[in-house]
């Protein structure tokens, strides 16, 4: 997450949103939030339904629940996905910005 903090103006400024959605439960993850001082949005995932949706994977021999990253358009439609081997397997700011850059997404009617 910290490097997710990193460039998050550069995320804001590709009209995209950062969600981080963990396994703690409410408290612990507000507590977390506040602490670190992070501007994204956190959701609390403490059964797992959310982390389980989108495949997220868990190795025990590597400490539980593995990185996945995600980029899901406006439309809802997820245009890549990431699942880490380790908790060092995460893509780049710079990676996920010039997949950002390269997403065009159809207008919506009202």
């Known amino acids: 997450m910290a490097q997710l903090r990193q460039d998050f103006d550069q995320f804001l400024s590709r009209d995209a949103e950062i969600v981080v959605v963990g396994p703690e439960g409410p408290d612990s993850f507000q507590?977390?939030?506040?602490?670190?001082?992070?501007?994204?949005?956190?959701?609390?995932?403490?059964?797992?339904?959310?982390?389980?949706?989108?495949?997220?994977?868990?190795?025990?021999?590597?400490?539980?629940?593995?990185?996945?990253?995600?980029?899901?358009?406006?439309?809802?439609?997820?245009?890549?996905?990431?699942?880490?081997?380790?908790?060092?397997?995460?893509?780049?700011?710079?990676s996920l910005l010039a997949l950002l850059d390269q997403i065009e997404v159809p207008e919506m009617s009202v």
Do not use: C
């Open 31 to 94: 507590k977390y939030w506040r602490e670190n001082d992070l501007q994204f949005t956190g959701l609390p995932d403490p059964i797992h339904t959310v982390l389980k949706r989108y495949g997220q994977q868990v190795n025990l021999f590597k400490f539980g629940r593995m990185p996945a990253q995600a980029v899901i358009d406006k439309t809802g439609t997820i245009r890549y996905v990431h699942y880490g081997k380790s908790m060092a397997d995460i893509p780049d700011n710079a």
